[in-house]
């Protein structure tokens, strides 16, 4: 499968900002729709917002309004602008892609395309 690559998190204190990327192949981000997830410990992963094809943002409803969803296809990088960090916006941030799938489950993310993740603390 294609590795993701994410970067940009790190410990923010409440009401800060980050910014993450997420680097694959153009390919990918050409063809298949693009999703931020999340995982804190004791909790299942939550999908945090997704972008399709055509341009297309979803957000999750705790986060509307504070982050933002985008891309450039041509350099393949998806991004994710985190503003007025919470601490419950704490957990490790991952990315995937999908070729049909435009979502925020987790499950429907099933062609393999996922990254490590990076970090966020929010405290």
């Known amino acids: 499968h294609v590795q993701l690559v994410e970067s940009g998190g790190g410990s923010v204190q409440p009401e800060g900002s980050l910014r993450l990327s997420c680097t694959g192949s153009e390919y990918v981000y050409s063809r298949y729709c693009m999703a931020w997830f999340r995982q804190a410990p004791g909790h299942e992963r939550e999908g945090v917002a997704s972008i399709s094809t055509s341009g297309t943002a979803t957000y999750a409803d705790s986060v509307k309004g504070r982050f933002t969803i985008s891309k450039d296809s041509a350099n393949a990088t998806l991004y994710l602008e985190m503003n007025s960090l919470r601490p419950e916006d704490t957990g490790m941030y991952v990315c995937?892609?999908?070729?049909?799938?435009?979502?925020?489950?987790?499950?429907?993310?099933?062609?393999?395309?996922w990254g490590q993740g990076t970090q966020v603390t929010v405290s």
């Open positions: 995937a892609g999908d070729r049909y799938y435009c979502g925020l489950s987790p499950v429907g993310y099933d062609d393999n395309y």
